[in-house]
């Protein structure tokens, strides 16, 4: 993007500001089509910078991956690691519960960005991971869980909860649920 002029720098960030609103609004399947309309721009300034829906979609996932990956390094300084982790996740399950039909694209299987040859959710275990071992040597977390499990169950929860009144809130509850378990310990 850096030899790009700059209205084009500009359209590929207004594009990507209304792409940001119209996938949190309608989830994954946001028309191409509506986006450049209310972008004000033609569909195929859309698709020149954005091949196709995949590349879009990584693009709407990349700022706040990168976020969220970034988070994850600063709570590794933080003194109690299972507080760190659950702020984390708590960040994390905030994120996909907002943005609305997009969840399914988190799962270990799901979108691949070809120039790295990584994933969005990827890059989120690999951040996360560091934090999960260390609860676990605190005791915090069970041995053998790993940063992928934890984001395979926030997305359960986020896909099951997306069509309540308070998505977030719900998910929150959920969340909360799982972490402390549904036996309390005496």
Sequence with gaps: MAGQRADARRNYAH???????????????????????????????????????????????REQTETLCVHARELMGRSDPRAALL???????????SARGLAVTLLPDGMVDEDRG????????????????RAA??????????????????????????????PAAETSRLLALALNGVSPRT
């Design 15 to 61: 594009i990507l500001e209304v792409a940001q609103e119209e996938v949190a609004a309608y989830g994954a399947d946001a028309s191409l089509e509506r986006i450049a309309r209310v972008a004000g721009v033609g569909s195929a300034t859309v698709r020149r910078h954005f091949p196709g829906r995949r590349a879009l979609l990584e693009a709407v996932f």
């Design 87 to 97: 702020d984390w996740l708590d960040a994390l399950a905030a994120y996909i519960a």
């Design 118 to 133: 990584t994933s969005c959710s990827t890059e989120l275990s690999m951040a996360a991971q560091p934090l999960v071992q």
């Design 137 to 166: 040597q605190a005791g915090a977390v069970a041995s053998g869980v790993t940063a992928t499990d934890l984001i395979t169950l926030i997305v359960g929860i986020v896909l099951a909860t997306e069509n309540c009144s308070d």
